[in-house]
């Protein structure tokens, strides 16, 4: 299966997190490419409709694995928008997590995973899972725990 993990990342955490993905999707089998959603400048806090220097496109993927920080309780802008401007993602396979900075899942987690969730879903695709690493002392553990239940999706 060809998999594209699909990532923004401003201080490189949810990108860690994506190499280590494809290196357990990659021992399994699976083709495997990480691609970057690349804002176009700076991006403010609630910036709606982003414009992109780097938008990836996902038509050769058979599933896909989006991942962004939580930002201001919420999705990340950058990755909000570009799931907004996606023209379809009909019958793709998806799972979908974000790396955060506070302890509790409500503080940003929930309401990040839930609107990547609702936005892949309103183009067709189908979210078989959905994960929150709190970057915090004990996120290898944690790292390791979402990379076990994400292998057995695909
Ligand atoms: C502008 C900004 C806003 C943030 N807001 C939150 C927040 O509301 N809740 C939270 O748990 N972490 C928040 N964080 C922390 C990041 O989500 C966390 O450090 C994340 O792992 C960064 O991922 P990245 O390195 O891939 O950009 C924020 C970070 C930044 C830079």
Same mark, same amino acid.
């Given at each position: 299966m060809k998999i594209g993990i699909i990532v923004y990342s401003k201080t490189e955490n949810t990108y860690s997190v994506a190499e280590k993905l494809q290196e357990k999707f990659q021992e399994n089998g699976h083709e495997v490419e990480i691609e970057r959603v690349i804002? /176009?400048?700076? #991006?403010?806090?609630? /910036?709606?409709n982003v414009e992109f220097q780097s =938008?990836?496109?996902?038509?050769?993927? &058979? /599933?896909?694995?989006?991942g962004a920080p939580v930002h201001a309780f919420?999705? /990340?802008?950058?990755?909000?928008?570009?799931?907004?401007?996606l023209d379809s993602l009909q019958d793709k396979?998806?799972? !979908?997590f974000v790396t955060k *900075?506070?302890?509790f899942n409500w503080t940003g987690g929930n309401q990040a995973i839930g609107k990547m969730k =609702?936005? !892949?879903?309103?183009?067709? *695709?189908? #979210? #078989? *899972?959905? &994960?929150? #690493?709190?970057?915090?002392k004990s =996120? &290898?553990?944690?790292? &390791?725990?979402m990379i076990r239940k994400f292998a057995v999706l695909f």
């Open positions: 804002p /176009a400048g700076e #991006v403010p806090p609630r /910036a709606k =938008k990836p496109e996902l038509k050769s993927y &058979d /599933a896909l694995i989006f919420s999705l /990340a802008p950058p990755m909000k928008s570009y799931l907004e401007q396979k998806i799972a !979908c *900075g506070l302890r =609702k936005i !892949c879903e309103s183009k067709g *695709g189908k #979210v #078989v *899972g959905t &994960d929150i #690493v709190v970057w915090n =996120k &290898d553990q944690k790292i &390791d725990e």
